[in-house]
Structure formats: structure tokens, C-alpha cells
């Protein structure tokens, strides 16, 4: 396993361990013979020259291998020198392994010039080889025979570096192509949530200016309303600048991962929703440890389910409820029905509020319904408070179950 994984992480002892292997392999081919293999009756050899001349021109290839990757081009002309000098002697199975990796290694690190250049080459040797062979042998049976010969020695370690190195670029521009497609899904859904962020906001400021402007002028209520009003335009701005920080960030793991709202704010939400005349009761536990994404999936449920019950149901009742069961935390928020509609206004309502947050909890995977309970309208949420991580099959799947599933607003 340790020489399978250095294997992995270093081109470099791969570079040594294949040429070792092949000094090895070409060594036992030479000791047992095989040796002299393009020696025929026809085409003289250096006839006298000892066996381990092979061997030598063998050590000198296998170095050549060591600097396949860094020179490829270099590595293959010592080989071509070394294969040419083993031809003279008459040939080696041993020589031609080592040359067969080096056209293999030019082939895949070379530039493309270079590729190019090599492969014209090969292709003018072979044909130029089969044809002078066939004539001189006077066979045109041998011709054919040479130019195979040549074709899947010369030609084929191209071929197949070709074909991987086409393999590697398409692998390449898939990642490229998915890792795109993440982040432009990731933009997409944060610019949803700066939506619904930007939406409540609002809301809630016509909302409490337009019930100032819908009563007697009173001071004292008049500034209150403002400071409403203002306290919700920060914290809109607040929330925009985060985000847009978030967006313009060369690196998102160096953002700021602090969210702008959580379970620590859920009194604000409450102080605000009041001051724009909802009656609320809280019942919230305290629960040590959550994590932030749960913690600002709790605030924005809680928030768009007061933004909707102070739009459509003003001056209700409400129960916020928080209850830590187990592994999982539930969320609660109830309103009376008031029978008098609270907008005065199309573009108080965007109807989206509620599906985005139920494609939330559905990724964290937890569950979201919001339905009509005799007098009281109810948004319910239970939440894991360990999620697990979403993928982009779950994304999808949540994404047409949200879409599918219509969302009932308060009547």
C-alpha cells in the first residue's frame, strides 16, 4: 500500500521504477537470447560483435527513460541513437521496449509542434521502410510484413498517447464544466435568499409606514414607526452587504462565513414584529451548539412567517415556539386569523418567501409546512441540528418537490 500510494504522488519514482523494471525485463530477454531479431539472410548484421553490446546500449536507453517527462524530445533521440546502433548489431526485444516508451512519452509530454513533428516523421520512416524493403527483398509479402512491424512500434505508442491525452482534456473541461455549474447554482441561490431577505425588509417598512399613514398623526407613534422603519433598513443593508461580500469574494473560503441572523436575534424579530402591532407570545429554549446554518434557517423561518402574519393578518395574535427534541429542533409560528386584509398593495407580496424556505429546510434535511388550522395559520419547521451535506441530486430533487407542492398563503 506505502509504494502504491508513493507511486501515486511521485512522478519521479515512477520515472526511475519503469526504467529500472525495463533494464530488468530487457536484461532477462538478452540473457535467454532474444537477441538479433531483424537479422535475416538477406540483411547483414556487425556480424562478430559480442551479445552484451545489446546490454550496454540497453543501460543507455533505460537512462534516457529518467528524463522522459522533464525532456521528452531529448529522452527519444538518445533512444533513436540507441536503436539505431542495436539495429546495426541486429536488433533487440530489449531496445525496442525502451524506444516503444520513449515515442510513448514524446507522444504524451511533448508540445504540440513536436507531436506533430514525430508523428510525420514516423509516418514517412514506415511507408519509406515498407516500400525500399518490399523492393529490395522482392516480396511484396515482405514489404507489407516490414511496414506492420514498424506501424505497431513506431506508430501505435503515438496513437495511444494521443487517445490518453485526449482523455485527460475531456476529464478536464468536465470538472470545469461542473465546478461552473456550482457556482453559477450557488449564485443562483444566493441571489434567491438576497430576494427574500431584501422582500421581507421591505415589507415590514411599508407595512409600518402604512399604518402610520392610515391613522391620526401622533408623534410619540409616528416616531416609533420610524424607528421601525429604520431599524428594518439596516438590517436589510446589513444583510445586502454581507451577501454582495460573499458574491464578490476571490476566494469563499476566506468570506466571512458569519451569517447575518440566528437564533441570537430572534428577540429583534420579535421586538420589530411588535412594534408593528402584533400581539406575540414566545416559548423559545435555549439550545447550545447549533450550527450557523441551522441557526439562520430558524431566523429566516421565523421571520418570514411574522413578515406574513404582520401582512396579512395585522394586529393577530401570535405564538412563537422553539423546542429542542433529540437531534432535532422544531420551530413553531401561529397566527390568529384577523378576517381583514393587512396589504394594500400587489408588490407587499412576492409568494416565494415560503417555497425558499422550505427548499432550505429540505436540503438541511428537515421538513416545512404552512397550512390553516380552524382559526390559526401555522408554519411549522423540523430541523436536523446535525445536517448532513447537500448534493446536487438532493438540490434538484427538493428544488421540483417545492415546485411541484403549491404553497397555501393566509387567506
Known amino acids: 500500500m506505502e509504494v502504491r500510494a508513493r507511486w501515486r504522488a511521485s512522478t519521479r519514482f515512477q520515472d526511475v521504477a519503469t526504467a529500472a523494471g525495463t533494464f530488468a525485463a530487457g536484461l532477462a530477454f538478452n540473457l535467454i537470447g532474444l537477441t538479433d531479431v531483424w537479422t535475416t539472410p538477406e540483411i547483414d548484421s556487425l556480424a562478430g560483435a559480442p551479445p552484451w553490446w545489446h546490454s550496454i546500449l540497453l543501460t543507455f536507453g533505460c537512462l534516457a527513460m529518467l528524463f522522459k517527462r522533464r525532456r521528452p524530445m531529448s529522452a527519444l533521440g538518445v533512444g533513436v541513437i540507441v536503436g539505431a546502433a542495436d539495429l546495426a548489431l541486429g536488433g533487440s526485444v530489449a531496445v525496442v521496449l525502451v524506444l516503444f516508451d520513449l515515442l510513448f512519452s514524446a ?19 514506415v511507408c519509406t521502410a515498407s516500400v525500399v524493403g518490399g523492393l529490395a527483398l522482392g516480396e511484396l509479402r515482405l514489404g507489407v510484413f516490414i511496414g506492420l512491424q514498424l506501424t505497431t512500434l513506431l506508430f501505435v505508442p503515438l496513437w495511444w498517447a494521443a487517445n490518453i491525452r485526449q482523455q485527460r482534456q475531456l476529464g478536464i473541461l468536465d470538472a470545469e464544466r461542473t465546478a461552473r455549474e456550482a457556482v453559477l447554482a450557488e449564485r443562483a441561490a444566493m441571489a434567491g ?17 402604512g399604518a402610520a399613514l392610515s391613522m391620526p398623526p401622533d408623534a410619540d407613534r409616528d416616531r416609533a414607526t420610524l424607528r421601525a422603519v429604520r431599524t428594518s433598513s439596516l438590517a436589510a443593508l446589513e444583510e445586502m452587504r454581507a451577501m454582495i461580500m460573499l458574491l464578490r469574494a476571490d476566494d469563499p473560503g476566506a468570506a466571512d462565513p458569519t451569517l447575518p441572523g440566528g437564533l441570537d436575534r430572534l428577540s429583534d424579530l420579535v421586538a420589530e414584529a411588535s412594534a408593528g402591532g402584533l400581539r406575540i407570545e414566545t416559548n423559545t429554549a435555549e439550545v447550545p451548539g447549533v450550527p450557523a446554518v441551522v441557526s439562520h434557517t430558524v431566523y429566516r423561518i421565523v421571520r418570514e412567517a411574522l413578515t406574513n402574519a404582520g401582512k396579512h393578518a395585522p394586529g393577530s395574535k401570535v405564538n412563537l415556539d422553539l423546542v429542542h427534541l433529540g437531534d432535532r429542533l422544531t420551530v413553531t409560528v401561529a397566527n390568529t386569523l384577523t378576517h381583514r386584509h393587512g396589504l394594500d398593495h400587489h408588490a407587499l407580496s412576492s409568494g416565494t418567501g415560503l417555497v425558499s424556505l422550505r427548499e432550505r429546510a429540505t436540503l438541511l434535511g428537515g421538513d416545512l409546512t404552512a397550512d390553516t388550522d380552524n382559526d390559526h395559520f401555522r408554519v411549522r419547521a423540523t430541523l436536523p441540528l446535525h445536517p448532513a451535506a447537500p448534493t446536487s441530486t438532493s438540490t434538484s430533487t427538493s428544488t421540483s418537490t417545492s415546485t411541484s407542492t403549491s404553497t397555501r398563503s393566509q387567506p
Not at 507522444?107 to 520512416?125: K, N
Not at 415589507?203 to 409600518?208: F, K, N, Q, R
Open 107 to 125: 507522444g504524451l509530454f511533448a508540445s504540440a509542434r513536436a507531436r506533430a513533428a514525430v508523428t510525420t516523421l514516423v509516418f514517412v520512416i
Open 193 to 209: 435568499d438576497l430576494h427574500d431577505v431584501i422582500a421581507a425588509h421591505l415589507s415590514t417598512t411599508a407595512i409600518h409606514s
